[in-house]
């Protein structure tokens, strides 16, 4: 699986900005997508993630500002982040989550800056 992310860039403080990833390979193995961030000098976290069969999840942070969706005709998903704080700076990245022969693996894409300026 390989993930292409888009649409990070600098924006200020109760900006808007949208995230895509798009995914090619085996998509089929795919349960699972969504998006995690690693700001500086922190650990990587939770954004959202979405499948075909849960309600989509969101970091506490991110609840009722960010919106994750998807589109499976083009093997994509979306994220949506409004009212942006500084604290949303960080580099963010795709991920998919792929079971194949009764394990898991993790795909990541190749990270896309966000930057909210105060």
């Known amino acids: 699986v390989q993930l292409q992310a888009s649409g990070g860039g600098l924006v200020q403080a109760g900006g808007s900005l949208r995230l895509s990833c798009a995914a090619s390979g085996n998509i089929f193995s795919i349960s699972a997508m969504g998006w995690y961030r690693q700001g500086p000098g922190k650990e990587r976290e939770l954004v959202a993630s979405?499948?075909?069969?849960?309600?989509?999840n969101y970091g506490d942070s991110v609840k009722g500002r960010f919106s994750i969706s998807r589109d499976d005709d083009k093997n994509s998903v979306y994220l949506q982040m409004l009212s942006l704080k500084p604290e949303d700076t960080a580099v963010y990245y795709c991920?998919?989550?792929?079971?194949?022969?009764?394990?898991?693996?993790?795909?990541w894409g190749q990270g896309t800056q966000v930057t909210v300026s105060s």
């Open positions: 991920n998919a989550r792929s079971y194949v022969d009764s394990s898991w693996t993790d795909y």
């Open positions: 979405i499948s075909s069969v849960d309600s989509p």
